[in-house]
């Protein structure tokens, strides 16, 4: 085994650890959190099945941000689903011809989806990343590490672009080197200098995402503007401040 299979390893090993780690530990702590108002926003649904129909077309169609501004909107929405088309993509990577999903991942409409999914990614990315760079109010709250985070996720993309229409990579050899890490039986990863500089962008990414605003993906679920029912006046509020103490207290 090379030393690059070694240390990459190593590196995927202890990023998959601080991810699962992270994530799990902030989403804890978001479902641990007090929410001692009622304040959806209006016009809110008045069931909790309203509630998950809202929160649907919000993690689907992005539908606040779509009624706050459209560009943002489309830049977004575009990377965000060329995003899920990649992670469908790349699944055959991890997947093993007996499981049951490999027939999906191995259709062809999926496989060109997502080969081609990279180019709208960029476009996304750059659109987002011209909005933070000439939109004065969005450039007057924004900090480095949301410029980072956008070069970053340009970075990963972009070299996976040069792996799929420049510089092919060994795809047969990165499959077993990837299973091996499932399996906890490490294969030699092909010595390609766009697939090692795209994995350890990946490796950062996973790293850095339980301490980034990346959070807001696990976070919309626990938003108390979007998952609370508009029923103040059925029902009394008390998730957080009274909950464990509900006793009248007595006069003297």
Known sequence: MTTVTVI???LFYAAMLLFVLG????????????QPLKIPITPAPTTKVGVWVRMAREVVLFESLFKATKWTWLFGWIFHLSLLLAFFRHLRYALSPE?????????????????YGGYAMLIGLLGLLARRIFVDRVRYISSPS?????????????????????????????????LGLFYF???????????????????LLLIIFPFSKLLHAPGLFFSPTRNQVDNPREQRWTRGWTAENTDTPKPG
């Open 8 to 10: 990459y390893t190593a």
């Open 146 to 178: 949301d410029f980072l985070m956008l070069i970053l996720l340009m970075a990963i993309a972009g070299s996976g672009l040069m792996m799929t229409f420049i510089s092919h990579t060994d795809i047969v050899a990165l499959k077993a080197f990837t």
């Open 99 to 115: 499981s049951f999903l490999w027939p999906l991942v191995n259709l062809e409409l999926v496989q060109t989806a997502g080969k």
């Open 185 to 203: 039986d490490p294969q030699p990863l092909p010595a390609s200098l766009f697939l090692l500089v795209h994995l350890g962008l990946v490796a």
């Open 23 to 34: 994530v799990g530990r902030k989403i804890l702590i978001y479902a641990r959190t007090p």
